[in-house]
């Protein structure tokens, strides 16, 4: 349990990094996704608020999966069952 919600905070602070970073963070602020983290990380089903921030937050998908950072929560089995509970087509990048 412990370590599940150390793995939430390290999701989370690493989605704030990110959107502090880059000159398209105006766009893509992957803050907007830590709402997700239940979801992507521990395999919960995502709430309607979730699903809102990821679609706001579509086209950033592969931006996402290039950094280092994210990748390995955007590649996941979790992500893309996240996503298409969300109903949102999963990104070809």
Do not use: D, H, W
Not at 49 to 67: K, V
Request: proline fraction near 5%.
């Amino acid at each position: 349990m412990a370590a599940k919600k150390a793995a939430v905070v390290a999701a989370v602070m690493a989605l704030a990094l990110v959107a502090a970073m880059g000159a398209s963070a105006q766009q893509c602020n992957a803050g907007e996704l830590a709402v997700c983290a239940p979801a992507i990380i521990g395999g919960a089903a995502p709430t309607a608020g979730c699903c809102s921030n990821l679609r706001s937050q579509e086209g950033c998908f592969c931006q996402y999966a290039r950094n280092p950072a994210y990748s390995r929560y955007i590649n996941s089995p979790s992500a893309r069952s996240t996503l298409k509970s969300c109903g949102i087509a999963i990104p070809s990048c």
